[in-house]
């Protein structure tokens, strides 16, 4: 069935580069995206790649990699409000919605 | 203007009531979702809309029911509500039905339920 891994929890600092990393088993790949949810809150669209390669927004950057299943949010310049859950989703099966993973918790300290 | 709105934002119940749940799109999207968020942030699909028409529905039980009278409108009816239940449901839409990441989600802010 289809599926995204990625890590349960991610701590860093202020300031701090993160990586968080989401491999996936999915036919018919229709590329990778990343949402952000605060607790309380909805989930937010932060970045798509359809191609392989990184594709950045300010501080937020995206990878992907098709031949490897694999891709990747890489947050810069760490600040207190990006503590957050991280999600990465693609597409189920028939191609009619978006299935997420079980998403990673960032928690930045000062 | 919010452009996915849901309500009510929280609902408390007993085991065995029926509640619905609203949803509404100032978007002009074609498609809505709805999403089951469980207490480990989990989030699973539950149906889709596209132009009315019932697109997927996963292995959600036949006690929850998606109605909608148009396409800016989709609302979740639960019957016989159970502990299980308890969770936060989200209403999304999309431009289109066709789930390729540019097809970004809008989604309400969320709708908690709890059963007890």
């Known amino acids: 069935g289809q599926s995204l891994e990625q890590p349960s929890e991610v701590t860093a600092v202020e300031g701090a580069i993160v990586q968080i990393n989401c491999t996936y088993q999915?036919?018919?790949?229709?590329?990778l995206s990343w949402y952000q949810q605060h607790d309380g809150g909805a989930p937010t669209f932060l970045s798509y790649n359809g191609l392989d390669g990184l594709e950045e927004t300010g501080r937020f950057s995206s990878f992907l990699s098709r031949s490897d299943s694999y891709g990747y949010l890489l947050l810069q310049e760490l600040q207190m409000k990006d503590s957050a859950s991280y999600f990465c989703a693609g597409p189920n099966q028939a191609g009619t919605a978006l299935i997420f993973g079980k998403g990673t918790t960032l928690s930045v300290s000062s | 203007d919010t452009a996915v709105s849901q309500t009510p934002k929280y609902l408390v119940t007993q085991m065995g009531n029926d509640k619905s749940i609203k949803c509404e799109q100032n978007?002009?999207?074609?498609?809505m979702y709805w999403y089951k968020q469980d207490s480990k942030k989990f989030l699973k699909i539950m149906f889709s809309?596209?132009?009315?028409?019932?697109?997927i529905n996963e292995t959600v039980p036949n006690r929850f029911s998606p109605k909608s009278p148009d396409k800016a409108h989709l609302n979740l009816h639960i019957n016989s509500l159970e502990l299980g239940d308890s969770a936060v449901y989200f209403c999304?839409?999309?431009?289109?039905?066709?789930?390729?990441?540019?097809?970004?989600?809008?989604f309400g802010a969320g709708s908690r339920l709890t059963v007890l």
């Open positions: 809309y596209n132009n009315k028409e019932l697109i």
């Open positions: 999915t036919s018919g790949f229709y590329g």
């Open positions: 978007l002009g999207h074609d498609t």
């Open positions: 999304a839409s999309s431009q289109s039905g066709r789930a390729t990441g540019a097809n970004v989600l809008t």
